[in-house]
């Protein structure tokens, strides 16, 4: 069966801190993987990933793929509190027509 | 340039209710995706239809449970005699064509069953 999983579940920082938000996949014919912020509402894209190696940025945060590892990181340097949200990590597989299989995300807190 | 609409907001029915759920895909979008958020836990894919046509609808679970995408109006899910296991967030997103994988989310319908 398909799977992500996300690793924290949860997090506390501080502003100003760095913090790494872990996903790992098990699927079959993997096609991307894709990031997501979700605040009280619509979940946002931030980042869709096919490649290995090659880090996706924005601003303060940027992704990297391991296709062989089968993981992604998301990471988020000088944190604020508006960063705080749940993260969520979702996979397309071969086959699947397009749909995404998320993981259960993690919840990020920002204090200030 | 409106997003994903999706309405109500929030939705109280009592059990063996009928809830519809209603989402307006972003314009120029004719593929539309259902999800369903439990507490705790990640969106669950449910349904996925273009105009008129049920494309993948693996994760609907086997009964009370229906969607649609006609061809003039927006996505209905249907969710027949509810019970409360059926509390949840329910998201839907469009995306442009087929094999998009960037979708766009709603904000979503609270569904609460008393």
């Known amino acids: 069966e398909d799977k992500v999983v996300q690793s924290p579940l949860s997090l506390v920082v501080h502003e100003g801190d760095t913090v790494t938000l872990n996903c790992s996949y098990e699927?079959?014919?993997?096609?991307?993987l894709l990031w997501y912020k979700q605040e009280k509402k619509a979940p946002t894209f931030l980042f869709m990933l096919t490649s290995s190696g090659i880090e996706k940025k924005s601003g303060r945060l940027s992704s990297i793929l391991d296709k062989k590892e089968l993981f992604s990181i998301l990471n988020i340097t000088a944190t604020q509190t508006g960063d705080s949200a749940i993260y969520l990590c979702?996979?397309?597989?071969?086959?699947?027509?397009?749909?995404?299989?998320f993981g259960k995300g993690t919840k990020l807190s920002v204090k200030p | 340039n409106a997003g994903v609409m999706q309405n109500p907001r929030h939705l109280v029915r009592r059990r063996g209710q009928e809830a519809r759920l209603r989402c307006s895909p972003m314009?120029?979008?004719?593929?539309v995706y259902w999800y369903r958020q439990l507490p705790e836990e990640g969106l669950k894919f449910m349904v996925y239809?273009?105009?008129?046509?049920?494309?993948?609808e693996s994760g609907m679970p086997k009964e009370r449970f229906s969607a649609e995408f006609p061809k003039e109006g927006p996505s209905i899910l249907r969710i027949q005699q509810v019970v409360r296991g059926d509390s949840a967030a329910y998201f839907c997103?469009?995306?442009?064509?087929?094999?998009?994988?960037?979708?766009?989310f709603g904000s979503g319908t609270q569904l609460s069953v008393l």
């Open positions: 997103a469009s995306s442009p064509r087929a094999g998009n994988e960037k979708l766009f």
């Open positions: 239809l273009q105009k008129e046509n049920i494309i993948d």
């Open positions: 979702a996979v397309v597989a071969g086959g699947s027509q397009g749909n995404l299989i």
């Open positions: 699927v079959t014919n993997f096609r991307s």
């Open positions: 314009k120029g979008h004719s593929h």
